[in-house]
C-alpha cells in the first residue's frame, strides 16, 4: 500500500482519513474536488460556494503586481475561502514551476531541464527541487507541475527544452531526484510540494504534422481561442503559424506498444518509485485514442500495472479534444481514470455535466469515489489538512530568488554549457588576453537565456527578471581586458577573439514547434561580420534545442551550446574563459541538417543519417589554475 509514498503508516492513516471524509461528502463536492480552475475565471467565493479542489495559474497567469508578496496573497485567498466552504477540504494551488518558480519576478529562474539533462548530476537536479519547492511554497503554493519526462524524438518540437534529454535511462533518474528535491524530507512538511510527472504518456512523440491543435484550414483569428490568445499578438501568432507551430505538440505518436513501453514509460516508474503522488496526461493520441480518453495507458497500465497510487490530473481544457459533445469528453476522461480536471475556464459546466452523468449512469460512483479518494489521501498525505496556522509555517517571502538559491543556479548553469567544438583548442581563452569583441543581443539579455516559461507563458527578450548576463560575466571575470559589446556587429574594430551570442527567440509548447531548426540568414550574417573582424571566433548558442548551424561550423572556432541557462546567465563566461571547465555532455543527437530530422536514439540499429554530433558529445577542458599558469 505505501509504496512510494513513503511509510505504511502515513499512507494508511491517510487513506484511513480520505475514507472517513468520503463518507459526509455530497456528489455535487465530491465533484468539487476534482475539479481545477484558473485563477482568472474563479472567485474565492465561488471556491467557498463549490468547494474546488484546485485552483491554478497557468503560464503567466500572475497577480497583479508581480511580486511574492502578492502571489502570497493571491494563493491565500483561495485557500482560506475553501477553508470555510461546508467541510472546508484544503484547496491546493498549482503552478508551472518548470525551472524555478518562474512566473514570479525576482525568483531564481535555473537553466531549463535541456541543460540540466547535459549536466546529468541527480544530486545537482534534487538541490534544485529543493530550491524551488522552498520558493514555491512561500507564496502558498503546494503544487508544480513537473517534472516533465519528455523523451524528446523530433526536436523540432517546442517542448524539446522541458525535457532532459533522449535517454530513459537518465531523464527517470533526474526526475526520480527532482521529485525527491520537492519533496524534502517529508511529503507533510509545510515546504514540501506536489510534483506533477508530465505528460503521460510519450508527449514527445508525436509525428510533425499530426497536430491538430490549430485548425488551419478554417481558423483564421486566434482571438477565439481563450488559450492561444495569451500567448501573445495576433499577427505574431500568424507568422510562427507559418514557422510550424502546432505541427507537433499534442499530435499522433507513432511507435508500436513495445518502443512506447521500452523508451517513454520507464520514467514515469522511476519518478513514481521516488515517491510522485500526481501524474498528468499529454495531450497527444496513441493507437487511435487521445491520451485523455486512454482507459488502458491511464487505469490499467498507470494505475493498476504500475502500481500508481496518486491521483491523475488532466492537461489545460484537454479533455475537450476528445469529442465534439462536452458531455461525451467528461464521461470519456473520467471513465479513462482521470481524477481531477484542469477546466481553465467553464468549471461549472464541468460540474454539471459530470453531476447529470453520475445521475444517468454513465459515470458510476465507484468512479468518482475512487477518484476523490485518491485526491484526498494526497491532501491528507501532503498535511494540507493539518494547516492550523500552518500558512505561518511556510517559508518567509525573503527566500525568493535568494544568494544562496542563484549560486546554484549559477552552478547549473556554468555546468550546462555542453563545448561541441574547439579548434585550436581556443578555449579555455587565455588569461592574458588583452580586448574581446562579443556580439549578439542574447549577450546580454535576461529575457532571451531563460527562454519560455518565464515570466509569461512564452517568455520574452528584455529585462523581465532580475538575473546576470554572459557579457557581465566576462567583464567579472577578465576586469583588466577591453572587453567590447557590439550587439549587431555592425562596428569595424578587430580583436583577437570575439564571442558571437545566438539565442532562439523565446517560445512554449507548441508555438515553438519549428519546421526549420536552420540559423536564420541574419545569424549568419552577423557570424560572417565577427569572422572578418577577429582571429579567433567562439560561437555561444542559447537554444531550446539543437540548431542547424550550417557555415556556422566552418567559420566558428568553438561552438558552445549554453541552452537556456537562466537568471545566472554570467556563469556561462566561466568556461569560456578557464574559471571552470567545460564538462557537459548531449543528450539529444543533434542534426546536421534539417532533412536528417527527426533525429534519435527509438530508430532501429543503424537506421537513418549520422547526426552531426552524438549523444555522449561534449569537450571537456580544464579550468586555469590562476594567470601565472597561462601559456
Ligand atoms: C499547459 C501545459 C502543461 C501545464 C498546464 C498548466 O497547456 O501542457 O504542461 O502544466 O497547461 O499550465
Not at 545569424?523 to 534545442?545: H, K, M, N, Q, W
Request: glycine content about 12%.
Amino acid at each position: 500500500m505505501s509504496g512510494a509514498f513513503g511509510d505504511a503508516d502515513a499512507v494508511a492513516d491517510a487513506r484511513a482519513r480520505a475514507e472517513s471524509l468520503l463518507a459526509r461528502m455530497t456528489l455535487r463536492e465530491k465533484i468539487g474536488q476534482m475539479t481545477q480552475a484558473e485563477k482568472n475565471s474563479v472567485t474565492p467565493d465561488e471556491v467557498r460556494e463549490h468547494g474546488l479542489g484546485s485552483v491554478i495559474s497557468g503560464g503567466g497567469g500572475n497577480p497583479e503586481p508581480n511580486t511574492p508578496a502578492a502571489w502570497r496573497d493571491m494563493v491565500l485567498g483561495f485557500r482560506r475561502a475553501a477553508s470555510e466552504s461546508r467541510l472546508g477540504i484544503p484547496l491546493i494551488y498549482g503552478v508551472d514551476a518548470v525551472h524555478g518558480h518562474n512566473n514570479v519576478v525576482g525568483a531564481t529562474i535555473f537553466p531549463h531541464n535541456v541543460g540540466l539533462g547535459a549536466v546529468g548530476d541527480a544530486d545537482l537536479v534534487r538541490r534544485i527541487g529543493r530550491v524551488t519547492a522552498v520558493e514555491v511554497a512561500a507564496t502558498g503554493v503546494r503544487w508544480n507541475f513537473a517534472p516533465a519526462v519528455s523523451v524528446p524524438v523530433d526536436v523540432r518540437w517546442g517542448r524539446t527544452y522541458e525535457g532532459y534529454g533522449q535517454d530513459p535511462e537518465l531523464v527517470g533518474r533526474l526526475a526520480a531526484a527532482y521529485v525527491e528535491g520537492l519533496r524534502g524530507d517529508r511529503w507533510n512538511a509545510p515546504d514540501a510540494v506536489l510534483p506533477s510527472v508530465k505528460h503521460y504518456l510519450a508527449d514527445g512523440a508525436a509525428t510533425i504534422g499530426t497536430s491538430t491543435r490549430w485548425d488551419r484550414a478554417s481558423v483564421k483569428s486566434v482571438a477565439d481561442d481563450p488559450t492561444l490568445a495569451n500567448a501573445g499578438p495576433a499577427a505574431e501568432f500568424l507568422q510562427v503559424l507559418d514557422r510550424g507551430a502546432w505541427t507537433i505538440d499534442q499530435g499522433v505518436v507513432g511507435f508500436d506498444e513495445g518502443t512506447l513501453r521500452e523508451a517513454f514509460l520507464p520514467p514515469y516508474r522511476a519518478a513514481i518509485d521516488a515517491g510522485a503522488l500526481n501524474v498528468m496526461v499529454s495531450y497527444g493520441s496513441w493507437g487511435g485514442l487521445r491520451m485523455h480518453a486512454h482507459r488502458t495507458l491511464i487505469t490499467d497500465v498507470l494505475k493498476e500495472e504500475l502500481g500508481f497510487e496518486g491521483f491523475v490530473v488532466s492537461d489545460w481544457a484537454a479533455i475537450d479534444q476528445i469529442h465534439d459533445d462536452p458531455a461525451v469528453c467528461v464521461e470519456r476522461s473520467i471513465d479513462a481514470g482521470i481524477d481531477m480536471v484542469m477546466v481553465p475556464f467553464d468549471w461549472r459546466r464541468f460540474m454539471d455535466l459530470l453531476e447529470a452523468a453520475v445521475d444517468r449512469g454513465d459515470v458510476p460512483l465507484a468512479r468518482i469515489d475512487d477518484a476523490v479518494r485518491r485526491v484526498l489521501t494526497v491532501k491528507f498525505h501532503l498535511g494540507l489538512f493539518d494547516e492550523a496556522g500552518e500558512a505561518e509555517r511556510e517559508p518567509p517571502l525573503s527566500v525568493v530568488g535568494r544568494q544562496e538559491h542563484r549560486r546554484i543556479a549559477h552552478e547549473a548553469a556554468r555546468r550546462s554549457a555542453v563545448l561541441l567544438q574547439n579548434r585550436g583548442s581556443v578555449l579555455p581563452l587565455s588569461p592574458s588576453l588583452p580586448s574581446l569583441l562579443v556580439a549578439g543581443v542574447g549577450a546580454d539579455d535576461v529575457g532571451l537565456q531563460c527562454g519560455g516559461w518565464t515570466i509569461s507563458w512564452m517568455g520574452g527578450a528584455g529585462p523581465i527578471t532580475p538575473g546576470s548576463t554572459l557579457l557581465q560575466g566576462l567583464r567579472r571575470l577578465r576586469p583588466d581586458a577591453d572587453v567590447a559589446y557590439d550587439p549587431d556587429g555592425r562596428g569595424a574594430s578587430r580583436a583577437p577573439v570575439g564571442i558571437v551570442v545566438l539565442a532562439e527567440e523565446p517560445y512554449a509548447e507548441g508555438m515553438g514547434d519549428r519546421h526549420s531548426l536552420a540559423l536564420e540568414q541574419e545569424e549568419l550574417t552577423l557570424v560572417e561580420r565577427i569572422r572578418a573582424r577577429v582571429d579567433t571566433l567562439v560561437l555561444v548558442l542559447y537554444a531550446g534545442r539543437p540548431r542547424v548551424l550550417g557555415d556556422a561550423v566552418r567559420l566558428a572556432d568553438a561552438i558552445v551550446c549554453a541552452w537556456l541557462p537562466g537568471s545566472e546567465g554570467a556563469a556561462v563566461a566561466e568556461p569560456i574563459v578557464g574559471a571552470s571547465a567545460f564538462e557537459a555532455r548531449l543528450r539529444l543527437r543533434w542534426p546536421a541538417a534539417d532533412g536528417d530530422l527527426p533525429l534519435h536514439p527509438f530508430c532501429p540499429a543503424g537506421g537513418g543519417p549520422a547526426a552531426l554530433f552524438e549523444i555522449g558529445a561534449g569537450l571537456s577542458t580544464t579550468r586555469w589554475a590562476g594567470p601565472e599558469s597561462a601559456a
